[in-house]
């Protein structure tokens, strides 16, 4: 495992490049902002005031520029000029890219120039540049040369230390400094975003349904919060036949694991419900041998769940909120259920299984209806890698969101660019779509008739019917298939997104400022929603 750690700081503390690597990272227009009497103390004594005013001055960003100060130990980044309406403003996605392509893996510095609105999307795309997974064989060296590294070039231990640089954006206004509190949420948020991103990395040998359990129930031991476990056979007994029927074929069983975190005073209930396929094979419906590697990451959606939860709660949150783990993994045996047969999900519905590589709707019917039925749950979001649609619907950058609320996809689409984890609406009409699923024998089936038409909604609309299409509340599904890796790399996408999204729950300043919800009207209108359904 990478032993690199993450550290945060809201002023530049002095070192030599040549002992710490550095790069500096903003838009071309908040670099000139910075004076070098501020920037030298990252720079002195080998990066003198004409050589680094030069180079700012050459920096032609197309989309971005790179320029090398002192050999590959200070290097000057700069940032897009523009950014469309979709992307995030602190281009996220760029500063990721740098910090790996610079990285050295011993002590070194990243010096982030921007506006206080991009601190928490900049300090994410940083911790994702540094990934923990590893199983690597080199052996650590002596470290007498005092880098860090040992003389095979293998990197022991390390710290990356990111440091601000707070800029008005030519606004003409005081930028404030980050607090303490500011950089503990962005060091609490990014240990999360670290952290789903070696779950999601992690192989199934590795991380099956017991460990995936165990990573949980050590979030519930630091949180001091409630966890539950149905596992098993007992996922049957009590109704659970999504999940049920998804992993009984698999050695270890599956499971619903739900943490619960209820504080006094809190008069809202919201649960993130959250796929984890530890692995898919495809199930009976096999995948070919080019598309099953990397299925280890159909548990993106659970990870990002564990790791937002644990944050949120870290930080302080004032209400109800229940993180429910759909955990399964779709194998192939003599129990496995088979192409035909007939599963009654918890919401009650039968389905006819047609396709049983189509299996994270089912588990997470069962994760959705539980959320309503037994948590009450009026705000319920599910997250999970669920169809390989997404890519074609919204990209590799987007992820997929459906809601049955207008204002969400608005809500939705604004957390995405604050906090870089991008999303993007899909069509939400049941009329037109459910249709995909009419079946001779049962309720519906779980896999459409049409593959061309609209995928991703369908699959999201199969979760949504288990709640009734006339269901009160505000329900959100987000498909991030595709923005959870990168290349053969997880992401940690969702931690960012659900701390931003709910910022107005928290206790932090930092995160009620990120956050564009007006609770108060979310929750008028469930209430509203729910007289005229009794009337």
Sequence with gaps: MSKVKV???????????LVNPVIIIGKLENLKQVPYDVIKAKLEPRVSEEVYQSALTCMQPSPTDVCSLYLNMATL??????????????HANFITKLVRSTCLGVDEYVVIVCERQDVL??????????????????KPASTSNGTGVGNSGTPTSATVRVEFILVDGGKGEDAQTLSENDLLCLEEICISVRTV????????????????????????????????V???????????????????????????????????????????????????????SIKGKTAMPGMKRDCGGAAAILGAFRAAVKLGFSENLHAVFCLAENAIGPNATRPDDILTLYSGRTVEINNTDAEGRLVLADGVAFAQKDL??????????????????????????????????????????????????????????LPEFSSAFADMKNSVADRGNAQSSCAGLFIFAQLGVDFPGSWIHVDMAS??????????????????????????????NMSSISFDEVFDKFETCKKFKRS
Excluded at 236 to 263: C, D, M, N, Q, R
């Design 121 to 138: 999307a900049s300090a994410c795309a940083v911790a994702r540049a540094y990934p923990i997974y590893s199983r690597k064989t080199l």
């Design 7 to 17: 550290t945060f700081s809201n002023k530049l503390t002095e070192s030599d490049p």
């Design 197 to 228: 991103a070696r779950i999601v990395d992690t192989p199934c040998s590795e991380m099956n349904v017991k460990d995936f359990t165990q990573e949980i129930q050590q979030v519930a031991s630091e949180l001091g919060v409630a966890c539950s």
């Design 77 to 90: 980044a700069a940032l897009p000029k523009r950014c469309a309406r979709h992307n995030a403003p602190s």
């Design 230 to 284: 149905v596992l098993g056979e007992e996922l049957k007994e009590k109704g659970f036949g999504g999940i049920y029927g998804v992993g009984k074929a698999a050695i270890v069983p599956p499971a619903l694991v739900t943490l619960s975190y209820t504080p006094p005073n809190a008069t809202q209930t919201i649960a993130w419900v959250g796929k984890g396929i530890v692995y898919d094979t495809g199930g009976l």
């Design 376 to 433: 009450k749950a009026n705000v319920i979001l599910d997250m999970a890698t669920l169809t390989g649609a997404q890519a074609i619907a919204t990209g590799r950058y987007h992820a997929a969101v459906l809601t049955n609320r207008e204002e969400w996809e608005e809500y939705c689409l604004q957390a995405g660019r604050t906090s870089g984890d991008l999303t993007f609406p899909i069509p939400f009409c049941p009329e037109l779509h």
């Design 483 to 512: 923005p959870c890796h990168c290349g053969e790399r997880a992401t940690g996408y969702g931690v960012a997104l659900l701390v931003t999204l709910f910022g107005q729950y928290s206790s932090q300043p930092f995160l009620q």
